[in-house]
């Protein structure tokens, strides 16, 4: 049977450094944006290989930060339905 729990990454600037949680676990600590986003991407496409449903949300961050709604790309490996 698949879980229907979803694997949720985070991204979000705190000051001058970029955070990316996942789930309950400590924060991840990155200089730039770019560094977190594929921290996050690389760890949810491992988890995705594996058949889990994952998710990564990107907060806004800059000026605009308030006119624009936050990134979620969400994806799963499909697998074979039974019949």
């Known amino acids: 049977m698949l879980s229907t729990h979803t694997e949720r990454f985070?991204?979000?600037q705190v000051q001058n450094e970029?955070?990316?949680t996942y789930g309950d676990r400590t924060q991840?600590?990155?200089s730039t944006r770019e560094e977190a986003e594929n921290s996050a991407f690389n760890a949810?496409?491992?988890l995705a290989s594996q058949g889990h449903a994952v998710s990564v949300l990107i907060m806004p961050d800059g000026p605009d930060a308030n006119e624009q709604y936050p990134i979620v790309l969400s994806g799963r490996t499909p697998r074979a339905k039974p019949n």
């Open 44 to 46: 949810a496409h491992a």
């Open 18 to 20: 970029w955070l990316v």
């Open 10 to 12: 985070v991204v979000f």
């Open 28 to 30: 991840i600590s990155y």
